[in-house]
């Protein structure tokens, strides 16, 4: 019999689009093209096919892009609840605290106020809700975290520059080595974008531009037809790997590499 597959973590970008253009984004939503929004004909699939895949997962995590702009966000968190069996610890909610959460999404955050968590960041002058949405889920007994991204005391002491793509590891010794200290890969965190599951939103960007080729094994098609056995098995590899091909263009999301100041803002 095989052995059950349960995650740590798992990150499903909603939305591609954000209301803040980071210069040092970690998704690198401002360099987006034709940045899009999962529409909840397309959760729906993707959230069974994952499901199916997986035993359970520890947190997962709606992020973006600014979530709040997906115009079917309601209905997909209502979709997302209905496996709050499958998520031991929390349905955590990300958003940077410049658009006001709708009340129809706070009423459903209070009914599953016992899994769900959310995550205000909160980048100052341009947070310009964070203080009235506090407010709010205060009133309504969810919980909540604000990570400071200004100020002096910053969240992990600020923000990592990954925008260089270039190859900087050439051996597999080498990476493996490099990819045990990256929380993403050492964590085995995960990322679901455009209906493919990622080891990071950084493998993820470089598979989609062409800089790294698509690796069978480093990511897996949910909306493909392959039998889910299949995708188990693939997610098994996955889970298996001390590094992926991303990991050698990467400077990894580790403790001990430069840190910068958050959310300066493109032009």
Wanted: charged share 30%.
């Amino acid at each position: 019999m095989k052995k059950q597959i349960d995650l740590l973590r798992t990150g499903f970008c909603v939305s591609q689009r954000c209301t803040l253009r980071c210069k040092l984004c970690l998704a690198f939503i401002p360099y987006y093209k034709e940045p899009k929004d999962v529409s909840y004909e397309e959760a729906g699939v993707i959230l069974n096919r994952y499901f199916e895949l997986v035993d359970s997962v520890g947190v997962f995590t709606v992020t973006g892009g600014e979530p709040l702009l997906n115009p079917d966000l309601y209905d997909i968190m209502k979709l997302l609840y209905t496996y709050s069996g499958q998520i031991t610890r929390s349905v955590d909610f990300v958003t940077n605290g410049t658009l006001d959460i709708p009340e129809d999404i706070l009423k459903l955050f209070a009914e599953h106020a016992n899994q769900t968590r959310v995550v205000l960041s909160d980048y100052g002058e341009l947070s310009t809700k964070i203080h009235d949405i506090a407010q709010k889920l205060e009133e309504r007994e969810i919980t909540y975290r604000i990570s400071s991204f200004h100020g002096d005391n910053l969240y992990f002491d600020g923000w990592i520059d990954f925008r260089n793509h270039e190859k900087k590891i050439f051996n597999l010794e080498d990476r493996d080595s490099h990819g045990e200290k990256c929380i993403h890969k050492s964590g085995k965190y995960y990322l679901i974008n455009e209906g493919e599951l990622h080891n990071c939103s950084r493998s993820y960007w470089r598979m989609k531009h062409g800089i790294i080729p698509r690796v069978e094994g480093e990511f897996i098609s949910l909306l493909d037809d392959i039998s889910i056995e299949r995708k188990k098995d693939k997610l098994r590899q996955m889970l298996s790997q001390k590094s992926v091909t991303s990991c050698g263009y990467c400077i990894g999301l580790r403790n001990d590499v430069p840190r910068h100041y958050p959310a300066e803002q493109l032009k």
